[in-house]
C-alpha cells in the first residue's frame, strides 16, 4: 500500500483501532511517568535512608535539567529526529534506569551514605532524559492525530501517579509490621514499574504502529511534508515511494517555522509553563517537609500525594465533556493565573489548618492541573498540518518541562528561615 493510496482513504472516524489506539496512548502515557512517580511514591524511603539531603527536592531538581536540556535540544532539531528510535530509546533507558535503580538498592544492601546518594541522582538524570525522548516525541507524535489520542496520553500520564501512589501505599501496608518491611515494599513496587516500562516498548514497536487509524494519520503527515515518520511507517509495511524528494522539500519550505509557531502559540505555551510553576512548587518538596505532622503519621505525605495524583487523573476526563473544556485562549490565560491564590492558602493552612483542609487543596491542585494541561495540549495544535503540529507539540512539551523546573527551584523557598538547609 502507497501514501498516494492511502492519502485518499476514509475518514479517520470510520477507521478502525480508535478505541485500541486510545487505549495504547493511555498506557504508553502511564509509562512516560510510572518511573518518575515511582521515585516520587517511595519518599519516605528515601527519607529514610538519606534524613539530611532533601530527598524529594534535590531528586527533583537534578531531574529537571537533564529533562530540560535534552527537550531543548529535541525541539530545535524536531524535524530531523526520527519518532519511532526516540521514542523507543526513551521507553527503554525508563526500563533499563528503574532497573539499575533496584539493583542498586540490592548491591549495596538498602544502606544510605553520600555515595549511594549519588548513585540515586545518576539513576535520576537518566529518567529526565528519558522523559524528553518519550514524551516531546510522543505529543509531537499524537498532535496531528485525533484528541482524543493527546487526552488518553496525557490521562495516562496523570494514571502513573494514581497507581503508583495506590501501589504504595498497598505495598506499605502489606510490608508495615514486617522485619525491613519499608524496603520490601520499595522493591516490589520498583519492579511493577520495570514491568510497566518494558510493556510501553512492546506496545509502541509492534501494535501501536500497525493500527489502521495510526497509519492513516502518520500517511496524512508524510503526505504534507513531515519526515519524522518514515520509519513507523515502514513497521506499518507502508512504502513511502510516491513522494518525491522534491516535492517533500517545497512542502517542508512552505510550512510556518518554530520561530513563528512559537509567536503564534505563546499563550499557550505560558499557560503550560505558569500551571506547572505553580504545582511543582508544592508537589511534591512542600507536601512532604511543611505540611508539619498529623493524626495520619508516616501516612500523611503519601496521602497527601495520592489525593493529587487521583484528582488530577480525573481532572484529565472532564474536557471529553465538550461542554464544560474550556477553549478561549483568554479563559485559559486568566484559570492559570488565578491558580497563584493557591500559594497563600497552602501557606496558611500549613500554619494553622488541619489535615482535611490541607488534603482538600491539594486534591484542588491536581483538579485544576489535570482539567487545564488537557484544554491546552488539545486546543493548542489544531488548524495546523501535521509537521507544524509535530513542532508545535515539542515546543509545548519544552514550555511544560520549563514550568516544572522553575517550580523545582521555587519550592526551595518554602524551607528558607525554617532551619531544614
Not at 535534552?70 to 526516540?86: F, G, H, P, Q, S
Not at 506496545?203 to 504534507?224: D, N, Q
Not at 500559594?343 to 483538579?367: E, H, N, R
Amino acid at each position: 500500500m502507497t501514501i498516494a493510496v492511502l492519502s485518499k482513504s476514509p475518514s479517520p472516524t470510520r477507521l478502525e483501532g480508535k478505541f485500541m489506539g486510545m487505549l495504547v496512548c493511555w498506557i504508553l502515557g502511564l509509562g512516560s511517568l510510572v518511573s518518575w512517580n515511582s521515585l516520587m511514591s517511595i519518599g519516605d524511603y528515601y527519607y529514610a535512608l538519606f534524613p539530611n539531603y532533601h530527598p524529594s527536592r534535590v531528586l527533583t531538581l537534578v531531574y529537571q535539567p537533564f529533562a530540560l536540556g535534552t527537550m531543548a535540544i529535541l525541539a530545535y532539531n524536531e524535524a530531523k529526529v526520527d519518532t519511532r528510535k526516540r521514542n523507543l530509546a526513551g521507553y527503554t533507558l525508563f526500563t533499563l534506569s528503574t532497573l539499575v535503580l533496584i539493583l542498586l538498592d540490592l548491591a549495596t544492601s538498602g544502606k544510605g551514605g553520600i555515595g549511594n546518594y549519588i548513585g540515586v541522582c545518576a539513576i535520576v538524570g537518566c529518567f529526565g532524559v528519558a522523559d524528553a525522548l518519550v514524551q516531546g516525541g510522543m505529543v509531537g507524535d499524537l498532535a496531528f492525530m485525533c484528541p482524543e489520542f493527546i487526552q488518553s496520553f496525557f490521562a495516562g500520564l496523570a494514571a502513573s501517579g494514581a497507581l503508583t501512589s495506590g501501589l504504595r501505599l498497598m505495598t506499605k501496608a502489606a510490608f508495615e509490621n514486617s522485619n525491613n518491611g519499608l524496603r520490601k515494599g520499595v522493591m516490589l513496587f520498583l519492579a511493577i514499574s520495570t514491568f510497566f516500562e518494558f510493556l510501553c516498548i512492546l506496545l509502541y514497536a509492534f501494535i501501536f504502529p500497525k493500527l489502521p487509524i495510526v497509519k492513516h494519520f502518520r500517511t496524512k503527515a508524510a503526505a504534507e511534508g513531515s519526515t519524522t515518520v518514515a520509519a513507523d511507517l515502514a513497521a506499518a509495511g507502508i512504502g513511502t515511494q510516491p513522494i518525491e524528494k522534491a516535492d517533500n522539500d517545497a512542502k517542508q519550505s512552505q510550512r510556518l517555522s518554530t520561530k513563528q509557531l512559537f509567536y503564534q502559540n505563546i499563550d499557550y505555551e505560558l499557560d503550560l509553563y505558569l500551571i506547572y510553576v505553580l504545582t511543582l512548587s508544592i508537589f511534591p518538596g512542600f507536601l512532604y517537609e511543611n505540611t508539619g505532622t498529623h493524626k495520619l503519621g508516616s501516612w500523611y505525605p503519601l496521602v497527601l500525594i495520592a489525593m493529587y495524583n487521583v484528582w488530577d487523573l480525573i481532572a484529565r476526563y472532564i474536557p471529553l465533556i465538550e461542554k464544560i473544556k474550556l477553549k478561549s485562549r483568554k479563559g485559559l490565560m486568566i484559570a492559570t493565573l488565578s491558580r497563584f491564590l493557591l500559594i497563600p492558602c497552602f501557606y496558611f493552612t500549613a500554619k494553622y489548618g488541619d489535615q482535611g483542609w490541607m488534603i482538600f487543596l491539594v486534591s484542588f491542585l491536581g483538579l485544576t492541573n489535570g482539567y487545564l494541561t488537557v484544554c491546552v495540549m488539545t486546543a493548542a495544535p489544531q488548524g495546523y498540518k501535521g509537521p507544524e503540529q509535530n513542532a508545535l507539540g515539542n515546543l509545548l512539551v519544552l514550555f511544560l518541562l520549563g514550568g516544572i523546573f522553575s517550580g523545582v527551584a521555587l519550592d526551595w523557598l518554602w524551607i528558607i528561615g525554617n532551619g531544614k538547609f
